[in-house]
T-cell receptor
């Protein structure tokens, strides 16, 4: 089946710890995105990547880092600099270009211990 | 920054009734998209309407776009219990290096009562 796989589904972070969220897609999409969703809120863009080895900051990139070494993979690291990391994190991908829809993974819920 | 503002924030109707959700935005757009999210899950794309289109249909869904008023509406006809979910509008305002940047509204939480 084609799609986007996020893991783990639930993740707990200790104070001062960096954690990495995985996102893999087999849709052959060039563009990939990370969004953060807080309870009862919409999605806010953290980072996006249009092509391998290139990525851009979104609206709330502080305290996060990403890499795009392979077309299929776009991992997100939540660093200790992110003081309020508890949220639902969603990865998405799309074909490059205008007027394209996003395909989303099932999300990772990150909580602080 | 939130571009799309959705109204109402919550909507509860009886099964079989129609549900209408509205979205307003502030800047010019390339397209507007509607997504659905079941609790604790990812978003699923429903429909995309381009800035030069006024109305689009997909099954029981009807989307309208009024660029002069910077607003859109999503109508779900003959609602079913399975339509219970949160619905988000997302606006694509510009392209960066070949990809659009989508800005999401806060969503409308729709409950269909059997």
């Amino acid at each position: 089946d084609g799609g986007i796989t996020q893991s783990p589904k639930y993740l707990f972070r200790k104070e001062g710890q960096n954690v990495t969220l995985s996102c893999e897609q087999n849709l052959n999409h060039d563009a990939m995105y990370w969004y953060r969703q807080d309870p009862g809120q919409g999605l806010r863009l953290i980072y996006y990547s249009q092509i391998v080895n290139d990525f851009q900051k979104g609206d709330i990139a502080e305290g996060y880092s990403v890499s795009r070494e392979k077309k299929e993979s776009f991992p997100l690291t939540v660093t200790s600099a992110q003081k309020n990391p508890t949220a639902f994190y969603l990865c998405a991908s799309s074909i490059r270009g205008a007027n394209e829809k996003l395909f989303f993974g099932s999300g990772t819920q990150l909580s602080v211990l | 920054s939130q571009q799309g503002e959705e109204d109402p924030q919550a909507l509860s109707i009886q099964e079989g009734e129609n549900a209408t959700m509205n979205c307003s935005y502030k800047t010019s757009i390339n397209n507007l998209q509607w997504y659905r999210q079941n609790s604790g899950r990812g978003l699923v794309h429903l429909i995309l309407i381009r800035s030069n289109e006024r109305e689009k249909h997909s099954g029981r869904l009807r989307v309208t776009l009024d660029t002069s008023k910077k607003s859109s509406s999503l109508l779900i006809t003959a609602s079913r219990a399975a339509d219970t979910a949160s619905y988000f509008c997302a606006t694509a305002s510009y392209i960066i290096q070949g990809a659009q940047k989508l800005v999401f509204g806060q969503g409308t939480r729709l409950t269909i009562n059997p």
